[in-house]
């Protein structure tokens, strides 16, 4: 009941599990849930999510030239990294567009948070810090100078 909820909350043309996947040849983007991907993780039918798009690479398996078994290792996960990790070709990766059957879902996207982080150290104070300590440090060796001077004239 709650994942059938779920997946009819996100109004896409997305699939179940079972059914049957076109891809978009008509420019229609298909939109897929890392819950759905999660299900197409067999030899018989496998998906990988690179750089956040989704692939069918069950006939590509037996055709990889790093073996099947990597492939099926991250079948139905996001491979983003292992396949960065390897170092893929130009070649492999145009290779990549014939498995292409659509886009995960923005909801499930991770976020590029380095971008967004602002760096709040204990800093806060900086603004008024840098030029008060300094002002009050020049103030105290002002007076004492003049302290000094005064003391000296007197004597
Ligand atoms: C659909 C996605 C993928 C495609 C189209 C693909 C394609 C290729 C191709 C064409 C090669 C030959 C070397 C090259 O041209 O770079 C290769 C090698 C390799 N791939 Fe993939 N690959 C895919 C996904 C992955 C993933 C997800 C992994 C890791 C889990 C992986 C691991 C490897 C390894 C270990 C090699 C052997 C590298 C070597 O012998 O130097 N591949 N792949």
């Given amino acids: 009941m709650g994942e059938e909820m779920e997946n009819n909350s996100i109004n896409t043309n997305s699939t179940t599990g079972d059914e049957k996947h076109q891809p978009a040849e008509d420019g229609d983007v298909k939109y897929y849930t890392r819950k759905q991907i999660q ?8 998906w990988l999510i690179i750089h956040d798009k989704v692939y069918d690479i069950t006939c590509f ?28 070709s130009t070649d492999a990766r145009e290779m990549l567009e014939q498995y292409y059957i659509g886009e995960l879902h923005e909801d499930d996207r991770k976020r590029d948070c380095k971008k967004e982080v602002y760096i709040t150290t204990s800093k806060e104070s900086s603004s008024w810090s840098t030029w008060l ?22 004597s």
């Fill in 133 to 154: 300590i300094p002002a009050v440090a020049v103030a105290v060796v002002g007076f004492m100078y003049r302290y000094y001077m005064l003391e000296h004239k007197s």
């Fill in 39 to 46: 299900a197409h993780n067999m030899s018989k039918d496998a």
């Fill in 61 to 88: 398996l037996e055709e990889h030239p790093g073996g099947e078994e990597v492939l099926l290792e991250q079948a139905g996960s996001d491979a983003t990294e292992s396949f960065e990790d390897v170092g893929h």
